[in-house]
């Protein structure tokens, strides 16, 4: 019997969490190299103006300073850069280059870059500078940017309105004159940030000697920069390599075109020298792109016995001066009206999207693009439908979640989902959580004035997405992946694939599926990422895509190598390679599991003796695959998130005691990996839920831009996690994995407002705005 | 985030740190455990032309008892605060006060004389200080004086110490047979400085109040001592009307800043409801 | 301009002259190529940088390095090699309590300083000891389960995370 081979599905250890846990995680911060300059940048103190005056004299000759770079100096080399996708009909954004020329259009805004020796002295030499700008009205407010009169935001644009859009179905108002109730809300989501706690960081290394530019830059999209920088400095891509070694945390923020790194890189291809700009957290707060920042209004009809019949939504997003590069800044609010009521059998719906320019930092994809805010407006109107009907939060939802046998499903906004398993995961939550004596434990405790809460949300999360997302609005990503893998001369393997590795797990994953096509362990399988110039091209990390779409890439590739290695191995035993298989590190007999050979023999004798090889036979042990999913346009996962609460209803102040979730990711890779995947994700639901806000005052200035201000959850107020899944595989691959990466975050912070909202309702109050905070709680209570 | 550069000195002596003052001017900065200084001086708030560190100075050390007085240097570490056996017997709104200050590393390096000399309206001790009724030894050229915790705290970050001056020690009275404290706060992560805070010392006989003293934080420009409030509680037993009666004359004590983030309103409910907890607790242990 | 400062780094006497304004994580990691401490916010409040300075975790990017001047410094690095809390990294191994592992320096101070002083912490101690360490990848769980199952197993427990 050939021994089992099933690495895949199992809970492997992070080999590179070692180098972590000894204190040798490679990072771009920790990166010295010879000659190397210091960025520091002179920035907006104001949201609107124009320049009138900029005088950079004193800090040219200021000690230790090498450069000093203006728009006048710097922006000639780059090619601007425009935000608008072809197929977001309609939208329009103005272009975007490394320093503000005559305006500033946001608090932060880098205008001089200055190149020192040390950070600390180009820090001094900012000091030197005399900005004088001229204050302008700057435009803070969505709703007052599209009023008439109102200053545009930006040059290039002929409205504050970037993209509108509309989704109807055309039955959409006689649902509504049908429906026997009809619930409403508005709701407010604020600005959050990704706050990775490894600031974005970039060393860009020019060689003029050979024209060859190399950046190290801490980012989960290596070939898109490195088309991005070929493109946007001139430079054939050939001679541009991105490597991305360790990353500190990325989680959406890293993947989009930030000015201060091209102006890195455009320093460094001035100066022929490496230029490093780390942001300090001061100015992650204002040049980091931020998240979310809706308004949105949403009604739902519902016939007598609660049946959901339609949803009307109306979204309207906030996003700064500019559309980001090169994925624009409407994904979000576009993925917001069409994951809508999508966990639920719904016929009817409407969904206008309005994406709006201000005067603040950009906002744009963050993980869970969109998820949050749809998740949280459909399931807060699915409670207000079930205390109107006086149904239980389990009994309306299971009377409207699709059937677990009614796929393949089209949704009412025109999703089309494979297999979702939403009522399973609604039994298992209801088990797994133990709501009844949840149920009697709040009713008991209401009576000595503690108010608990439970919320539950369930939701669906899209994954590995094809090239619908981006690539066929003209976006250069890669909506494809690469692997390449090969037997070592020594009988190892080796596979170089171009999805990357923040932390998540790719490598072990990877080295996981591809163990199991060669029949060695995971430990004998090296995986390399995160190098342009030793990795095939792909998508990278975005968009749930590493598992789906890159463990197909190398399980696909896996599949190639077995079989030239078997091919080989025939030909050098002189047997019908019907007849053997790999296992345990060699090639066995497939009947009797008998070994035949050692991949270490194949390995050396393809290596080092091919003149011993039958005439004719390909010595090749290395295999390239490419894989982009041809099948859906993208995957569809699901699952159901459950959160208990207890409201400080004098101070307002909520405590969040437990989180549940069930979860179907299609085939589990690494079931450690992916509850840790769940884990982190909520947490990063549930902070801009409670804690994270990025607030700014009426003048465009943000109030909190620090990270003593800006509250990030932390240990003491987050909840334990207990995890459970459902496995329904996409039959579109071969490995049947959907991705994980956003799950977590897609339903975490609607589950912990519906469970706010459940505790304050015997109290008649109700709150519809995040993050949920002391104050917002006690005005709901009227205690403010 | 770095640091404007400066000149540094540490300072072996009092004298020898006040006369290295003297010389240099006004551009000086004393540098105890540097957890409120070096955070400023990364965000570039203040940039001055010489530090002078007094954390090594063995005469700011020290816990010891003096005439009935507790004295506690100057150059005490938060930490300290917690593990101390005679601050917990002696300055026990210190010992409570403590585990709600910043988190466990800063407490390691932060000084008790530099929170009380920095004089943050939203700093645990400062209040603890004020409810303790501790006085502060100020040292100047001059000679050293004790100035009252209730004289000491005069505004945002503005204490009676002068320009030049060095915070020795803080004295701690003798504790009262049948003292008892309370110590709480608001916040809205575990180590955050609080919406609002309160430190409470009462001397009960036959469940009588002899003796109360109240100090709120993070409710004013300092410290705030809430007279109105004792008043209402003196010669009383703590119940449910005393504790109304408490809460109620907040509004006359406290003036609370307004902003959108935290309106009046909110801070003084905060307040009464605090101090309704915390006296509902002392009610429980008198 | 600079200053001459002497103290031991991980048992090494080291020599370095510095400018005052230089942090004690700046000189560790730019100076001494110790770049296993971290910086995630330059002001206190995200953890990443803790070192032990005489034994007790501080936040290396609020200690001048010439104040850490006679003292004795440990770092990761350090304690890497010391093997003194090769059962923690197994721990956190294990258990996976770390993604990116950029805020993994700064929680094995605090576990290890935490289980120094207290070594049967309760869950909700361990979060507390956790409080000024900021994680955005590990959602805290995880890295409060690994310290929980040191403890167990340094009191001879089982460690078994339940
Ligand atoms: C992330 C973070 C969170 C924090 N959270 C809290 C919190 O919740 N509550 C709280 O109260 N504090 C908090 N702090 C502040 C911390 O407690 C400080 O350490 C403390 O307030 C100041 O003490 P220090 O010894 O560090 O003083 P330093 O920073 O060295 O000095 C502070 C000021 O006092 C002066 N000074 C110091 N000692 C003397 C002296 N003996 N004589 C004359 N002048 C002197 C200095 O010149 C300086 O102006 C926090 C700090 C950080 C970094
Ligand atoms: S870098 Fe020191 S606490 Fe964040
Ligand atoms: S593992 Fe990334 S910050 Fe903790």
């Not at chain 1, 003029?208 to 830059?217: N, R, Y």
């Not at chain 1, 599991?593 to 194949?602: D, F, H, S, V």
């Not at chain 1, 902070?687 to 240990?715: K, R």
Request: hydrophobic letters at 45%; aromatic letters at 6%; proline letters at 5%.
């Amino acid at each position: 019997m050939i021994p089992s081979k099933n690495h895949i599905g199992q809970s492997h250890r992070r080999k590179n969490a070692l180098r972590h846990l000894a204190g040798r995680g490679r990072f771009v911060t920790d990166l010295a190299l010879p000659r190397m300059v210091h960025a520091a940048f002179v920035r907006s103190p104001m949201a609107k103006g124009n320049i009138v005056e900029l005088d950079v004299s004193e800090a040219a000759v200021a000690s230790g300073v090498v450069r000093v770079f203006t728009a006048e100096t710097l922006n000639h080399s780059c090619v601007p850069w425009t935000g608008t996708l072809d197929h977001f009909a309609g939208m329009q954004s103005g272009a975007q280059n490394m320093l503000a020329s005559s305006e500033v259009l946001w608090v932060g805004h880098p205008v001089v870059m200055i190149l020192a020796h040390s950070r600390a002295e180009a820090e001094d030499a900012c000091e030197l500078v005399m900005l004088d700008i001229e204050d302008e009205d700057a435009v803070v407010d969505g709703d007052a940017a599209l009023v008439k009169g109102t200053p545009l935001a930006a040059e290039g644009i002929n409205s504050n309105m970037c993209f509108q859009t509309l989704l109807e179905t055309p039955d959409l108002d006689d649902a509504f004159a049908r429906a026997a109730h009809v619930v409403e809300g508005k709701f407010t989501f604020g600005r959050h940030t990704a706050v990775t706690l490894e600031p974005r960081a970039i060393v860009a290394d020019f060689d003029p000697s050979t024209g060859q530019l190399d950046v190290h830059h801490g980012t989960q999209t290596p070939y898109q920069f490195q088309d991005v920088y070929a493109r946007h400095f001139g430079l054939s891509e050939g001679r541009v390599r991105v490597i991305a070694p360790d990353i500190g945390g990325s989680f959406g923020m890293k993947l989009h075109v930030y000015h201060e790194e091209m102006a890195a890189v455009a320093a460094s291809l001035m100066l022929g020298r490496p230029v490093r700009f780390v942001a300090d957290r001061l100015e992650s707060f204002v040049s980091d792109i931020h998240a979310r920042d809706h308004r949105v209004t949403a009604r739902m009809a519902l016939d007598a016995e609660g049946g959901i019949l339609a949803m009307d939504v109306d979204d309207m997003t906030q996003i700064g001066a500019f559309s980001s590069y090169p994925r624009t800044s409407v994904a979000e609010g576009n993925q917001v009206i069409r994951l809508m009521g999508a966990p639920y059998q719904m016929p009817d719906y409407r969904g206008r999207l309005s994406v709006v320019f201000q005067n603040k930092v950009q906002t744009s994809q963050y993980r869970a693009v969109g998820h949050p805010i749809a998740c949280a407006v459909t399931e807060a109107l699915v409670d207000r439908a079930a205390e109107l009907l006086d149904l239980d939060p389990f009994e309306i939802r299971r009377r409207n979640l699709l059937a677990d046998d009614a796929y393949p499903h089209v949704s009412a906004t025109g999703y089309q989902f494979e297999k979702l398993s939403h009522q399973a995961s609604l039994d298992k939550l209801h088990q797994m959580m133990g709501y009844e004596a949840l149920r009697a434990e709040q009713t008991a405790l209401r009576k000595q004035g503690i108010y608990r809460g439970i919320g539950i949300a369930p939701f669906v999360e899209i994954t590995n997405p094809g090239a619908s997302f981006y690539g066929v609005g003209g976006a250069r990503i890669s909506a494809q992946d690469g692997a390449v893998i090969r037997l070592t001369p020594a009988g190892d393997v080796h596979c170089a694939i171009s999805v990357t590795e923040q932390g998540q797990g790719t490598e072990t994953i990877i080295a996981q599926i591809v163990a199991d096509q060669l029949g060695v362990t995971p430990d004998q399988v090296k995986v390399t990422t995160g190098d342009t110039d030793n990795t095939p091209s792909g998508g990278a990390t975005w968009a749930c895509r590493g598992a789906g779409i890159g463990g197909e890439t190398a399980l696909r590739a896996g599949r190639k190598l077995q079989m030239q290695i078997l091919t080989l191995a025939g030909e050098i035993l002189q047997a019908d390679q019907q007849h053997l298989a790999l296992a345990s590190g060699a090639v066995v007999d497939k009947t009797t599991g008998q070994e035949r050979i050692t991949l270490a023999e194949i390995g050396r004798i393809a290596t080092y003796r091919p003149d011993t090889l039958p005439k004719g036979s390909d010595n090749s042990l290395t295999a390239a695959q490419h894989f982009a999913p041809t099948g859906y346009p993208f995957d569809f996962t699901n699952g159901i998130q459950a959160s208990h609460v207890e409201v400080d209803i004098e101070t307002g102040v909520t405590r969040l005691l437990k989180h549940w979730v069930v979860e179907d990711c299609g085939r589990i890779i690494n079931p450690l990996l992916v509850d840790e995947q769940i884990r982190g994700g909520v947490v990063q639901g549930l902070g801009p839920a409670v804690f994270e806000e990025c607030l700014y005052d009426d003048m465009g200035q943000m109030t909190n831009a620090s990270l003593a201000d800006y509250l990030v959850p932390m240990a003491g107020e987050m909840p334990d996690i207990e995890i459970a899944h459902i496995e329904t595989p996409t039959l579109d691959t071969i490995l049947g994995a959907k991705g994980v990466g956003e799950a977590g975050t897609a339903a975490a912070g609607a589950a912990a407002m519906n469970a706010v909202n459940d505790a304050l309702r015997p109290l008649g109050a109700r709150i519809s705005q995040t993050p949920m905070t002391p104050l917002r709680i006690l005005t709901a209570l009227g205690h403010v | 985030m770095k640091s404007p550069a400066f000149e540094y000195i540490r300072a072996e002596s009092v004298a020898g740190a006040m006369s290295a003052y003297a010389e240099a001017g006004d551009d000086v900065v004393y540098l105890a455990g540097g957890h409120s200084v070096v955070p400023s001086l990364a965000l570039r708030l203040q940039a001055p032309a010489l530090m002078i560190d007094l954390s090594e100075i063995a005469a700011l050390s020290g816990i010891s008892f003096q005439d009935g007085w507790l004295r506690i240097g100057a150059m005490t570490r938060h930490v300290q605060a917690i593990n101390d056996p005679l601050i917990a017997a002696q300055a026990p709104l210190f010992a409570a006060a403590a585990p709600f200050v910043a988190h466990p590393a800063i407490r390691n390096r932060g000084t008790l004389g530099g929170s009380l000399a920095h004089a943050d309206p939203a700093s645990e001790f400062p209040a603890a200080a004020v409810a303790m009724r501790v006085e502060l030894e100020i040292a100047s050229p001059k000679g050293t004086r004790r100035v009252p915790a209730d004289e000491f705290f005069l505004d945002i970050y503005e204490t009676a110490i002068e320009p030049g001056e060095i915070l020795l020690a803080i004295h701690v009275p003798g504790p009262v047979a049948g003292q008892v404290i309370g110590f709480d706060e608001i916040t809205r992560r575990q180590g955050d400085y609080a919406m609002v805070g309160a430190a409470v010392q009462a001397v009960a006989k036959d469940g009588i109040l002899q003796d109360i003293s109240i100090a709120l934080f993070s409710v004013g420009t300092r410290p705030t001592r809430a007279v109105a409030a004792q008043a209402a509680l003196m010669g009383r037993v703590i119940d449910d009307a005393s504790i109304a009666d408490a809460k109620a004359a907040l509004g006359d004590d406290l003036d609370p800043p307004d902003d959108l983030q935290f309106p009046a309103t909110m801070r003084l409910h905060l307040a009464r409801v605090l101090l309704g907890r915390i006296l509902a607790n002392l009610e429980a242990v008198a | 301009m600079k200053t001459d400062i002497t103290l031991t780094v991980n048992g090494d006497a080291v020599r370095e002259a510095v400018e005052p304004r230089t942090s004690l994580a700046d000189l560790l990691r730019d100076n001494l190529q110790l770049t296993g401490t971290h910086l995630g916010c330059e002001m206190g409040a995200c953890g990443a940088c803790l070192v032990m300075l005489d034994g007790a975790p501080v936040h290396a990017c609020l200690v001048l390095a010439v104040q850490a001047s006679g003292h004795k410094v440990e770092t990761i690095e350090g304690l890497n090699e010391s093997g003194l809390i090769k059962d923690l990294q197994e721990r956190f191994h294990d258990r996976n309590a770390l993604q990116c592992g950029f805020c993994t320096n700064g929680m094995l101070m605090s576990a290890q300083a935490l289980l120094s002083e207290n070594p049967m912490p309760s869950r909700p101690e361990i979060r507390e000891a956790l409080s000024g360490n900021y994680c955005r990848c590990t959602g805290y769980e995880s890295i409060v389960d690994a310290i929980s199952a040191t403890a167990k197993m340094r009191s001879g427990q089982t460690g078994e995370v339940s």
